[in-house]
């Protein structure tokens, strides 16, 4: 299972999600689907998008889990 540590990069950047949501050019809904894990997929230049506005690695926000 893929964790999604969103929240943690958030608060390091004090960037609020909508803030982050505009920067990225997606909306609040999506953000939140993918803050809370219930995404099925992520696109890379999303992903992209995310760390250079947060300035972290793929890594910094997602973690691999063996317990579901």
């Known amino acids: ?6 929240d943690v990069a ?3 950047k004090k ?7 505009e920067r990225v050019g997606i909306t609040q809904a999506n953000l939140s689907i993918l ?3 219930k ?4 696109r890379f230049s999303t992903l ?3 760390c250079r506005e947060l300035d972290c690695q793929p890594g910094d926000i997602l ?5 579901e």
């Open 1 to 6: 299972m893929i964790e999604v540590n969103l």
């Open 10 to 12: 958030l608060a390091k």
């Open 15 to 21: 960037m609020t999600s909508g803030e982050l949501a």
């Open 35 to 37: 803050k809370t894990g």
């Open 39 to 42: 995404a099925k997929a992520v």
């Open 48 to 50: 992209d998008a995310i």
């Open 63 to 67: 973690q691999y889990s063996s317990a």
